[in-house]
């Protein structure tokens, strides 16, 4: 299958970005090295096309109703300009995705936007459509993905890049949420959320308009490897590595986001989710820092007492505080901090202990 190309891939190929394949975009994943991307996010501000993630509006009548019922968070809670993290889960609370779902500000023509993960938009639009059909609600589902591009801009001159760039004052908007503006004549959503650790913020524009959003920031641009850097670091979820429905399958409540799951409103999973509440999950998402050379990655094993109790979901020499770090999911039993583990680097046992999630805190 032909990979879909991103709004700036020209953009990419004049800055001679290194590219690859990621839920099938062909998307820039170094521009300089990731230890430069990295500490720019870090120390200044790094600039991200971020136009692969999903995008599907819902409006009518009955769209809050239909995200409740889909997603595991109280979408009626959220006020006009207003976002919130939320799982996509099945009848036996397996998740499906992970998403931010928006109310968005009054100035737009739709409700909501939800953002499904690379390459889930196509699934997440057939499943909103089908489930509203089953339950007779009104509501229309449009999947906008390739009629926006979204550009995130991360770090701690964030404020002052983006706040210099549109219309409007942005110092004082509250994190997780989004107001509408415009930027040199283009009408964006600026929402202060992002995927770094760092304060920051995601703009969504035209896809037409993706190089006049992207060229508006002096900054570092930034590809896939230092933000896989960075969310580890921040000890965030990656879709399809951290949980896949059919390779790892997971619940929110072993997976760490359990504050993602509101368990007074009926979304499909919510029984089974609630179950686990109550008897507690059997396996825990776990940090961990290795105390030996060696550089933890997905897939490699996790032992404690010379037998083999998880696998390592996602792993990284961290850039940021010079050690190994890596995640996982072990026996809840042995995700207290400070337990001792070995992690496999290339099968050779290397000592490791439990570390608190996240890594790394501005």
């Known amino acids: 299958m032909d990979l879909r190309d991103p709004p700036l891939s020209d953009e990419h190929d004049a800055s001679g970005?290194?590219?690859?394949?990621?839920?099938?975009?062909?998307?820039?994943?170094?521009?300089?090295?990731?230890?430069?991307?990295?500490?720019?996010?870090?120390?200044?501000?790094?600039?991200?096309?971020?136009?692969?993630?999903?995008?599907?509006?819902?409006?009518?009548?009955?769209?809050?109703?239909?995200?409740?019922?889909?997603?595991?968070?109280?979408?009626?809670?959220?006020?006009?300009?207003?976002?919130?993290?939320?799982?996509?889960?099945?009848?036996?609370?397996?998740?499906?995705?992970?998403?931010?779902?928006?109310?968005?500000?009054?100035?737009?023509?739709?409700?909501?936007?939800?953002?499904?993960?690379?390459?889930?938009?196509?699934?997440?639009?057939?499943?909103?459509?089908?489930?509203?059909?089953?339950?007779?609600?009104?509501?229309?589902?449009?999947?906008?993905?390739?009629?926006?591009?979204?550009?995130?801009?991360?770090?701690?001159?964030?404020?002052?890049?983006?706040?210099?760039?549109?219309?409007?004052?942005?110092?004082?908007?509250?994190?997780?949420?989004?107001?509408?503006?415009?930027?040199?004549?283009?009408?964006?959503?600026?929402?202060?959320?992002?995927?770094?650790?760092?304060?920051?913020?995601?703009?969504?524009?035209?896809?037409?308009?993706?190089?006049?959003?992207?060229?508006a920031f002096d900054c570092q641009p930034c590809g896939l490897g230092a933000r896989d850097t960075l969310r580890i670091e921040a000890g965030f979820l990656l879709s399809g590595q951290d949980f896949d429905p059919d390779e790892n399958p997971r619940n929110p409540i072993e997976a760490g986001v359990s504050f993602a799951v509101d368990l007074d409103t009926e979304f499909v999973g919510r029984d089974a989710l609630a179950a686990v509440a109550e008897s507690g999950p059997e396996e825990r998402f776990v940090g961990f820092e290795l105390e030996a050379r060696g550089i933890p990655r997905h897939g490699y094993e996790i032992s404690a007492d010379n037998e083999v109790v998880g696998t390592v979901t996602s792993g990284t020499m961290s850039p940021t505080l010079s050690t190994p770090l890596g995640m996982g999911y072990v026996p809840s039993a042995l995700a207290d901090p400070d337990t001792a583990i070995a992690v496999h680097v290339r099968g050779e046992p290397k000592d490791a202990r439990i570390r608190p999630l996240p890594f790394y805190q501005r």
Do not use: C
Not at 31 to 47: L, M, N, P, Q, W
Not at 125 to 154: C, F, I, K, P, S
């Open 17 to 215: 970005a290194k590219t690859t394949e990621f839920g099938g975009w062909e998307m820039p994943v170094e521009f300089d090295s990731i230890r430069t991307e990295h500490a720019a996010v870090r120390e200044s501000a790094g600039k991200f096309d971020v136009s692969h993630m999903g995008q599907i509006e819902v409006s009518g009548p009955d769209a809050a109703e239909l995200l409740n019922r889909l997603t595991t968070n109280d979408v009626a809670s959220l006020d006009p300009g207003a976002a919130q993290y939320a799982m996509i889960t099945d009848s036996e609370g397996v998740v499906l995705d992970d998403t931010v779902v928006y109310r968005l500000p009054a100035e737009r023509d739709a409700d909501f936007l939800f953002i499904p993960n690379a390459g889930h938009d196509g699934e997440m639009e057939d499943r909103w459509v089908d489930h509203r059909d089953e339950w007779g609600l009104e509501a229309t589902v449009e999947n906008r993905t390739t009629d926006y591009a979204m550009v995130a801009v991360q770090g701690p001159k964030a404020v002052e890049l983006v706040g210099g760039a549109v219309d409007d004052a942005l110092a004082d908007l509250g994190r997780f949420s989004a107001t509408a503006t415009s930027l040199d004549g283009v009408e964006v959503v600026v929402a202060r959320t992002g995927y770094t650790g760092e304060d920051g913020f995601e703009l969504l524009a035209p896809w037409e308009d993706a190089t006049a959003v992207w060229n």
